[in-house]
C-alpha cells in the first residue's frame, strides 16, 4: 500500500494510469490522511499479533517498527511536496514583486499589489484544502513551514530591493503587513 501510495502520488503515476492532469493539493492530503491512518494501526496490529504470537518469533515484531518508520517517512515526503509547491508559487510571486516601481506613485488605489493578493489567496486556498483533510497538528505544522519559507524567501528578497523614498517604503511596509496580516490568521485559524 504504501509502495503504491508512493508511487501513484508522489511518483506521479496516477496522472498516467488515471489520466489526471496533475497532482493537486488534495490529492497529497488525501495521501496524507491514508498513510496517517496506516500510521495509527499498525501499532495496534502489531500488539494484537504479538499477543497470539509465540515468544521465540517476538523478534518478527520489529518488521512493523520498520514499516512505521517508512510510513512516517512517507508522509514527510508529502508534506514537503506541499510547501514545495508553496516555495514555487511564491518564487512566481517574488519575480512580480521585483517588477514592482516602489518609488513610482500607485495607481490602483488598492492597498496591495495583485502579486501579494494573488499569493494571499493561494496560500489560502491551501489552507482551506488541507484543513478538509488532514489534522489540525499536520495542518499547523505544514503552514507553519510554508510561512517559515515565505519569512525567509521574503526577507533575502527585501534586502535586495532599491528603495529610495520614504512613499515608497511606506508602500512596501503595507504589502508586508497586508502579508503578514493573513498569514497570522491562516496560522491561528
Known amino acids: 500500500f504504501n509502495s503504491r501510495v508512493c508511487q501513484v502520488i508522489l511518483g506521479a503515476g496516477a496522472m498516467r494510469s ?30 494484537c499479533i504479538g499477543k497470539h504470537m509465540p515468544a521465540k518469533h517476538g523478534v518478527l515484531l520489529s518488521e512493523f517498527d520498520r514499516i512505521v518508520r517508512d510510513y512516517k517517512d512517507h508522509q514527510s515526503e508529502i508534506h514537503s511536496k506541499l510547501v514545495a509547491i508553496m516555495n514555487e508559487r511564491f518564487s512566481v510571486h517574488v519575480k512580480a514583486m521585483q517588477n514592482v516601481q516602489w518609488d513610482e506613485q500607485e495607481t490602483t488605489g488598492k492597498a496591495a499589489n495583485q502579486y501579494m493578493e494573488t499569493l494571499v489567496k493561494e496560500t489560502m486556498t491551501l489552507h482551506k ?4 483533510y488532514l489534522p489540525h497538528h499536520d495542518l499547523q505544522f505544514i503552514m ?25 517604503k511606506e ?4 504589502h508586508i503587513d497586508y502579508l503578514d496580516y493573513y498569514l497570522l490568521w491562516l496560522l491561528r485559524g
Open 144 to 168: 507553519s513551514q510554508v510561512f517559515t519559507s515565505f519569512t525567509t524567501q521574503l526577507s533575502d528578497q527585501i534586502s535586495r530591493l532599491e528603495i529610495r523614498t520614504e512613499k515608497g
Open 129 to 132: 484544502v488541507l484543513s478538509k
Open 171 to 174: 508602500r512596501f511596509v503595507v
Open 18 to 47: 488515471a489520466g489526471l492532469k496533475n497532482i493537486s493539493a488534495k490529492h497529497l492530503a488525501l495521501a496524507s490522511q491514508s498513510v496517517g491512518l496506516m500510521i495509527g494501526l499498525i501499532p495496534s496490529l502489531r500488539d
